[in-house]
């Protein structure tokens, strides 16, 4: 009964590099959500999607942040041209429904910017 | 959501219940009020949830004031191994996200 799975546990990238991390929902969940969460702070939502949809991004930069959850395979958070502010855990939580059901979270992508 | 407002810090015996409290007076009618934690370096951990009557499961207990205004979280047998940064947050049925605020610290001390 494997819970939410991301990937990789921990990434190093240089300054102007492309970070892509992974989650894998729980099985039989079809919503996705991400976070973020910045040293000595508190989890901050970003993206929800259902797969092949993004239907909430409000709380995602505007500029070099993505996702995308395709009809096969995990859901991606890519950031392009990454920089040091974007150090941080970012960490998946998947859903069965959206409403009024616990989301599961993963233990998270360290993304540390060198 | 509601604003929930948490004290920053609990200490509590092993062994003993550790009561957790959390203030959510501008609760709507349809907000859940939800329990997290968050063990360092781990994601967060989905402990209970309530609408209006108290809730119990293999975790904890969740006791929820007849006014809806303030939830206590309470572990009956606080070991080492709970010691983790407690969330309270309320969410509606339409809100995706869940919003977290600074939490509870609760050290549990041998």
């Known amino acids: 009964n494997a819970g939410v799975m991301q990937n990789p546990r921990h990434l190093v990238r240089r300054r102007g590099q492309e970070a892509r991390l992974r989650c894998s929902p729980m099985?039989?969940?079809?919503?996705v959500y991400w976070y973020r969460q910045l040293p000595e702070e508190g989890l901050k939502f970003m993206v929800y999607?259902?797969?092949?949809?993004?239907?909430?991004e409000s709380g995602m930069p505007k500029e070099r942040f993505s996702a995308e959850f395709p009809k096969e395979g995990p859901s991606i958070l890519r950031i392009q041209q990454v920089v040091r502010g974007d150090s941080a855990a970012y960490f998946c939580?998947?859903?069965?429904?959206?409403?009024?059901?616990?989301?599961?979270f993963g233990d998270g992508t360290r993304l540390s910017i060198l | 959501d509601a604003k929930t407002t948490q004290p920053p810090s609990m200490d509590c015996a092993e062994g003993r219940a550790a009561n957790l409290p959390c203030n959510h007076s501008?609760?709507?009618?349809?907000?859940?009020v939800y329990w997290y934690r968050q063990i360092h370096s781990q994601g967060p951990q989905y402990i209970i949830h309530?609408?209006?009557n108290n809730e119990t499961n293999e975790m904890a207990s969740l006791i929820i004031t007849e006014d809806r205004k303030s939830s206590t979280l309470i572990l009956p047998h606080a070991t080492l191994r709970d010691t983790a940064v407690y969330y309270c947050?309320?969410?509606?049925?339409?809100?995706?996200?869940?919003?977290f605020g600074s939490g509870t610290q609760l050290t549990v001390l041998p």
């Open positions: 501008t609760i709507s009618g349809n907000e859940y």
């Open positions: 947050i309320g969410r509606s049925g339409s809100a995706r996200q869940l919003t």
């Open positions: 099985k039989g969940h079809s919503h």
């Open positions: 999607l259902q797969k092949e949809n993004i239907i909430d």
């Open positions: 939580a998947s859903s069965p429904t959206d409403t009024n059901q616990p989301q599961h």
């Open positions: 309530g609408l209006k």
